[in-house]
């Protein structure tokens, strides 16, 4: 830790200095804390993948083996590269956007258009779980935020939706308008969440069940991006869930 100006009890303009300079201070020990614990868990993911990699690979030199068999070992090793390349792609969004707040550009966003970018890029994942995907919006909706973020932000939660809702299963989105804010429910009728991992689930790299179990893909940073990007929006998010019943996440925003 490092020193701290000594502040004596008058306000004069050396004391408010020295007081300004001890919560920079502060803020930027914090900032250190978060980036050391944000690098070693990211070096740490990266670690457990390659290790994953390198036993499968091994065990497919070690001696000969049938067409299958190799076909096997490749469809693992395809599993764990489409995972370590979802791990990398929200790192470098979590890492660039929360780094450089000049790359969040703010603007008025049509809530139509936006909605209908996400049903063209989640439809045919739905269509291939035999999942209803539904949206439904009033006439017009705008919001006030960075498109590229909001985009990524219903991404991420529709396709949790998804993921955790069983073939046959339903997802809708119901948009509504609020006075100042729009709210959004996402709302699956899957696997749901129990009410003791509710309070960890926003935690990056935090994963209901086994962390290591690649058969759902997932890697425990969806929630805590969508987290942050709902806090630079000045919006709010929740989670109510009923274990074999669904999810409902719902999402307040600032419209345009
Ligand atoms: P992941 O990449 O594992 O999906 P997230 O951060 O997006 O990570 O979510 C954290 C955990 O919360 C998930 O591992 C999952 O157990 C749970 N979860 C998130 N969304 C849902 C949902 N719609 N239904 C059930 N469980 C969910």
């Known amino acids: ?128 779980k035999k999942i209803e995907l539904t949206f439904k919006t009033p006439e017009t909706i705008t919001f006030h935020g960075d498109e590229d973020l909001l985009r990524r932000l219903f991404v991420n939660l529709i396709e949790n939706a998804i993921k955790y809702t069983p073939e046959g299963g339903t997802v809708a989105i119901h948009v509504t308008s609020k006075g100042k804010f729009a709210q959004i429910e996402v709302i699956d009728n899957g696997i749901g969440i129990p009410e003791e991992h509710l309070p960890y689930i926003f935690q990056r790299f935090y994963r209901v069940g086994d962390s290591r179990t690649r058969s759902q893909g997932g890697t425990g940073l969806g929630l805590s991006l969508c987290k942050w990007i709902v806090e630079v929006h000045k919006g709010t998010i929740e989670v109510r869930s009923k274990p074999h019943h669904g999810t409902t996440v719902i999402l307040s925003l600032r419209h345009g």
């Open 1 to 128: 830790l490092h020193e701290r100006l000594p502040i004596e009890g008058s306000e004069d303009e050396l004391q408010i200095l020295a007081k300004t300079l001890n919560s920079m201070i502060d803020r930027l020990e914090i900032s250190f804390a978060q980036i050391q614990q944000f690098t070693s868990d990211v070096s740490h993911e990266l670690r457990t993948s390659l290790t994953i990699l390198r036993g499968e690979i091994d065990v497919a030199l070690n001696k000969d083996r049938s067409a299958e068999e190799y076909k096997s070992v490749l469809y693992s090793v395809m599993e764990e590269i489409v995972y370590l390349s979802d791990m990398v792609e929200k790192f470098l969004y979590l890492s660039t956007k929360t780094s450089d707040p000049n790359q969040i550009v703010s603007k008025v966003i049509d809530g139509i258009r936006l909605f209908e970018y996400v049903r063209n890029h989640l439809s045919s994942i739905a269509v291939n």
